[in-house]
């Protein structure tokens, strides 16, 4: 027996590893989940023995979501409500926004919030800053210049050279008496022993999202932070596709230009945010902090055009997709132009027919993607989608001049978006993402003069010479596609 045992040994572990399968495979497809997901999983379970259950489990398991954020998800429905009543969040929202602003407004307005509680702010100034030399030589300041508190919750945060300019400055803050979290992804970043003791020692506070055991290797693991919030005295805020790392900045040599696109407020959306960094920090703490009245101060900026801002949150702990929705909202509801900058455009069924079907319908849509991206997984998957895209009308445009990371969205002439989602799977599921949604005519013509300005650096895709790319191309693309759900 023991013989027979040691003599087949692969066959056995090989046979019972596809038995596994297709139980694996039985629960998959009963669970009716979104099909394209689902076939990937199959896929992957298929050609991966042992490899393929291991993937399963770690990225494909619904309960494993639940069991982390159910409790998270009762917490912070509990302490929106408290804190809202206690500091009077929604006491600057107005009910006239549909006679203002139009029926297309309304309807991304009036989504979110019924969906996440997201209340629309009108008393705001919004800055938009291009580039991380822009969003860095300001937020340094507006660091210097803080007097109660520092909040910092970011996807990426290294400890290279322009990350220990910002360290420096937190431990100097701190040392003065101002109190300073820092919240970062344990994927995303890299933070050194030194750099977390000289934090410690000078008073920050500091911890990782999620932790893994290693992660150097789990880069794509769910579940991740990907917001970049911070929050100074509960009056500035900020938040785009800028983390700390210095190759966002392009006043240092790096390998690659970056292009990149964050927002500056002052204002009453900054209690927004505010509320979005206590939920993550009290959820990865372990620590339900009592929040006081400086951390949502009701003074106001005196602004000659107030910017309606609201700030929409989305993650695994919420029940509806957010931001998704908001996108696929305001692509139904244009009626005149559409122009999307995004790093990796790998969208799901419901926003790729929605732009498509915007585009067949007369709405201009324009679309900036990198030419090459810094992930050839991403960027085969993304090519998968320019043929049927441009098939139906819409111009894409492969931006040469470097790396585009801006995460941005302009709907007609009231309507842009600026923040953390990408126009992805991982974005739209599985992250947790946050987006200011900005209803001024003003904001969105300066963001179409960003945008143009961005389509001189771009080369556009020419529809009769990309569908004819050799097969090897299409073949790479279409498997790299097959995986879209998970990267």
């Avoid at 009108?122 to 580039?131: A, P, Q, R, T």
């Avoid at 009056?235 to 392009?250: A, H, R, V």
């Avoid at 079907?357 to 050839?376: F, L, Y």
Wanted: net charge positive.
């Amino acid at each position: 027996m023991f013989s027979f045992l040691k003599e087949n040994l692969w066959s056995i572990l090989l046979g019972g590893n596809y038995v596994l399968v297709v139980l694996f495979s039985l629960l998959i497809v009963l669970k009716n989940k979104n099909p394209v997901k689902t076939l990937s999983f199959l896929f992957i379970l298929a050609i991966l023995p042992f490899f393929g259950i291991f993937i399963y489990y770690f990225f494909g398991q619904d309960y494993r979501k639940h069991k982390i954020f159910e409790k998270k998800y009762i917490f912070d429905n509990e302490s929106l409500k408290r804190w809202s009543e206690k500091f009077g969040l929604n006491r600057v929202e107005r009910f006239d926004f549909k006679k203002e602003y139009g029926d297309g407004a309304y309807k991304i307005y009036n989504l979110l919030r019924n969906n996440g509680k997201a209340v629309l702010t009108y008393e705001n100034e919004v800055s938009i800053l291009v580039n991380g030399e822009q969003k860095f030589e300001r937020l340094k300041k507006d660091l210097e210049n803080a007097e109660d508190h520092i909040h910092m919750e970011y996807f990426v945060f290294k400890d290279d050279e322009q990350g220990i300019k910002i360290i420096e400055l937190l431990c100097k803050k701190a040392e003065q008496g101002v109190r300073v979290k820092l919240l970062y992804d344990d994927v995303g970043s890299a933070i050194s022993s030194k750099s977390k003791k000289l934090m410690t020692n000078s008073g920050v506070l500091h911890h990782a999202f999620l932790p893994v055991l290693f992660s150097n290797s789990t880069s794509k693991i769910n579940y991740r932070n990907h917001r970049k919030i911070v929050v100074i005295d509960g009056k500035i805020g900020y938040l785009g596709g800028i983390n700390i790392d210095q190759k966002y900045n392009n006043d240092y040599s790096n390998i690659r230009y970056w292009r990149d696109t964050h927002l500056r407020i002052q204002g009453a959306a900054v209690g927004a945010l505010q509320s979005s960094f206590f939920l993550s920090w009290n959820f990865a703490a372990k620590d339900d902090i009592e929040l006081e009245e400086k951390h949502f101060p009701k003074s106001r900026p005196i602004a000659q055009d107030p910017v309606a801002v609201q700030i929409v949150a989305s993650g695994p702990d919420t029940d509806w997709e957010n931001i998704m929705e908001a996108m696929f909202t305001a692509i139904n509801t244009a009626k005149k132009r559409i122009y999307i900058t995004t790093p990796y455009l790998i969208p799901n069924s419901q926003i790729l027919t929605a732009l498509t079907t915007a585009s067949r319908s007369g709405v201009d849509v324009r679309i900036i993607i990198p030419k090459k991206s810094d992930s050839w997984a991403a960027q085969y998957a993304t090519d998968s989608y320019i043929e049927q895209l441009a098939r139906s009308g819409i111009r894409i445009f492969r931006y040469h001049k470097g790396f585009v990371h801006a995460k941005t969205m302009i709907i007609d002439d009231y309507f842009s978006s600026i923040g953390t989602a990408n126009l992805d799977y991982r974005s739209f599921s599985l992250n947790f993402e946050i987006n200011a949604l900005i209803y001024n005519t003003r904001i969105n013509q300066q963001m179409g003069e960003i945008f143009h300005n961005d389509l001189l650096d771009t080369e556009e895709v020419d529809y009769e010479r990309w569908v004819e790319r050799g097969l090897t191309r299409k073949i790479q693309e279409s498997i790299s596609r097959l995986w879209a759900p998970l990267l």
